[in-house]
């Protein structure tokens, strides 16, 4: 008998961000910190408007390409259920030893919409995870099931809201800046909407897909 030579079936796929974009004078002020980083102390990424655009995350996976119309249709349903909210910021924390994290208070309401995408939105994915998740280090046990299971992290009650500044080029500077950057203004903005977005290196979004207002 033969052997068995079964080729490995690749999936054409695509990695999406559902997330939330705050208003030009907060992503502005977002950026500059990331400016102001890449100058004084050398990071991965700049921030913009155009690309590489300062954002809330919802849910981010990576899904099957024949399934993105179904995704539209879940984040714009999620849009028509959700009316405005406000999204509080306030300090500067670096996560994963080089990722700069700018939090959000974490409420009920950011706290629902999330753990509802994901219960919508994480089966459509059929397992896939994305490759960016391989170059994180310090990954703890429940990252690590994060991964297996929905294909991304800091999901349900780890959930973690935070517009990402930048990622440093190296995890000893992470003290330096916060020290200069740690107590950065607390800001505030309405959420008007979701996006869906395409992912990036590094967490970032790189294009818009589709916009989606609240109700």
């Not at 991964?147 to 009650?157: H, K, M, R, V, Y």
Request: aromatic residues 8%.
């Amino acid at each position: 008998m033969g052997k068995n030579n079964k080729k490995k079936i690749e999936v054409r796929a695509t990695t999406l961000n559902i997330a939330i974009i705050p208003p030009d004078e907060i992503s502005t002020q977002a950026i500059a910190m990331s400016k102001k980083i890449q100058s004084e102390i050398g990071s991965r990424f700049t921030l913009g408007l155009d690309t590489l655009i300062p954002h809330v995350t919802v849910y981010q996976a990576q899904y099957p390409d024949k399934n993105i119309d179904r995704l539209r249709n879940i984040v714009r349903e999620l849009s028509l259920e959700q009316g405005s909210f406000e999204v509080r910021l306030d300090t500067i924390t670096v996560s994963y030893g080089t990722f700069l994290f700018w939090n959000c208070e974490k409420n009920s309401i950011l706290q629902n919409l999330h753990q509802r995408t994901v219960e919508l939105a994480n089966p459509l994915r059929e397992g896939l995870i994305p490759s960016q998740l391989a170059d994180i280090t310090n990954l703890s046990p429940g990252d690590e099931y994060d991964i297996n299971n929905f294909g991304a992290l800091l999901i349900g009650p780890r959930y973690q809201p935070h517009v990402t500044i930048t990622r440093l080029k190296k995890e000893e500077d992470a003290e330096k800046v916060i020290e200069n950057f740690g107590k950065f203004k607390k800001s505030s903005f309405s959420a008007k909407g979701l996006i869906l977005g395409y992912l990036g290196k590094d967490g970032t979004v790189i294009g818009i897909l589709n916009r989606y207002n609240f109700k």
